[in-house]
């Protein structure tokens, strides 16, 4: 799975880290940690642990379990259009209806605000994503949708229409 908070910055970010990797080990999964701005830096982590400083979403994303994140736009809809199933973590402003809309449209469990982060609740969220089947087949479903899009094609037209 992913794990990352992208641009959140955050004074609690060794206590995040370590929520993080305490969470890895209760989950039974392999990550990728994603840095970010925020700091997540483990000093040593454990083997089933990979860190990145940074890696395009529309790469890795298709090839993980699920992805934990703060539920910025950009990356939600890169979760989404990869039709794996998010966890959002959300820190600020919009993250919030993000959150709470992936968790509407049934590709991810209830969003679990940062300020509740907790290694018990983060793990009971990733379980959900990674082991629910129906959160899977929302996920895959909506991968398949937006794949059938073409967003610059609609844009344009509408630009020309409304001209």
Known sequence: ????????????????????????GRTGQRAVISTGWGGLRPEKPPDDVHVIAGVPHDWLFPRMAAVVHNG?????????RAGKPSV?????????????RVHDLGAGPEPVPQKKLSAERLAAAIDCAVN??????????????IALEDGVAVAADYILDRG
């Open 1 to 24: 799975m992913y794990i990352g908070f992208g641009s959140m910055f955050t004074r609690r970010a060794e206590e995040i880290t370590k929520i993080v990797l305490k969470t890895v």
């Open 72 to 80: 910025g736009a950009g990356t939600t809809a890169a979760g989404l």
């Open 132 to 145: 629910d089947d129906a959160v899977a087949e929302a996920s895959r479903g909506l991968g398949d949708r």
């Open 88 to 100: 959002i973590c959300p820190f600020i402003t919009d993250q919030f209806f993000w959150g709470r």
